[in-house]
């Protein structure tokens, strides 16, 4: 990579944007598009973890696939330590690839029945060119043990293993070239919540022991404040807040952040702020409106939403949103 000094973010993302052609509904009408992601932009500093929530269709997944160049990319630009990955050839990718590394949602699907665990969780050692058998058995070991399972597990097959013990082999492959980035698209969001527990206890440790950093995405609140240092709120395409996880989640300056966090139900007996409710019906993601995004649904709509799409703009310290009116949310918290 170009460069792996500590002040180089791991991963800076720059106007990224990315629409899907729709096929036309007749010969003469002109085709539609799915707007997935409209000019996203974020960094993530090494060794810490951002989040990225949102409801389902908000373009997360997307954007991890975009990330790890799984897909091409209308346009903006994905720099990892430095390095521009948008554009790369399939042959410039694959030495890249032991740089950053994902791990997916579905537990069952992403490991190949066929293959041992050893064969699994060995493949992106290939991006290393070159491997000697002893080195290729003695990381496949090693990895192993670093997610709490046995070096005999490589026999095995995926069939074998609870759904936790799948998604640990599935980290242990992520893990194997010591990436600097892990791309983690809902990684928990399968297990029963006992085993969710367990794997996000997994994915501290481990960043702590390899130096990993984390792009984690989830729909579930509580997930993200427990594993993340800064969160970044998507909806329909576009970043609508960033802070600090401590900030955004006690000071949300965003209609949308302030209600999804209400929705969250908090124990203790202590004051309880006035919750806030959706309203309207959702913009699809194949249509572009004037204004803020989310103005079908918010609560706070005026007229300025509706004729001038808000910045992302600071409220605070490390904290952005997009909202006309993020002076109002705050002081209703």
């Known amino acids: 990579m170009t460069d792996c000094s500590s002040h180089v973010p791991v991963l800076e993302v720059t106007d990224l944007v990315r629409h899907y052609r729709l096929p036309r509904e007749s010969l003469f009408a002109k085709p539609g598009h799915v707007y997935a ?36 990319t209308d346009s903006g630009s994905v720099k990892i330590l430095g390095q521009e990955v948008v554009g790369l050839s399939f042959d410039q990718l694959r030495p890249l690839r032991q740089h950053f ?18 064969r699994i969780v060995a493949e992106p050692l290939a991006a290393l060119g070159a491997i000697s058998n002893a080195e290729r058995d003695r990381r496949v070991a090693e990895v192993l043990e670093s ?24 980290i242990a492959r992520a893990l194997i070239t010591h990436p600097e980035l892990i791309v983690a698209d809902e990684p928990v969001s399968a297990l029963d919540v006992s085993v969710q527990a367990q794997v996000l206890n997994l994915l501290k440790d481990l960043q ?28 329909l395409g576009e970043i609508v807040e960033k802070g600090l996880t401590e900030n955004l989640f006690t000071n949300p300056a965003h209609p949308y952040t302030r209600i999804l966090l209400d929705a ?70």
């Open 208 to 235: 702590v022991q390899y130096g990993v950093t984390y792009m984690f995405i989830s729909h579930d609140l509580a997930v993200v404040e427990y594993l993340c240092d800064e969160v970044a709120v998507m909806y």
């Open 264 to 333: 969250v139900p908090k124990p203790g007996s202590g004051k309880r702020r006035e919750r806030i409710k959706l309203k309207g019906n959702v913009t699809g993601q194949t249509e572009r409106r004037v204004g803020c995004s989310f103005q079908d649904r918010c609560p706070m709509v005026q007229d300025l939403c509706r004729s001038e799409k808000p910045p992302l703009k600071e409220v605070g310290p490390d904290h952005l949103a997009a909202c006309h009116f993020s002076d109002k949310v705050s002081a209703a918290g």
């Open 101 to 118: 590394q994902m791990i997916f949602q579905d537990p069952y699907g992403s490991l190949d029945p066929h293959h041992t665990v050893g």
């Open 37 to 72: 992601l409209n000019g996203v932009t974020f960094q993530i500093q090494r060794g810490k973890s951002f989040g990225i929530v949102g409801e389902s269709g908000c373009g997360k997944s997307t954007l991890a696939r975009n990330v790890m160049a799984l897909e091409e």
């Open 147 to 170: 997610v709490g399972l046995k070096t005999r597990d490589v026999t095995k097959y995926p069939h074998e293993f609870s759904g936790g013990q799948r998604q640990r082999i599935a």
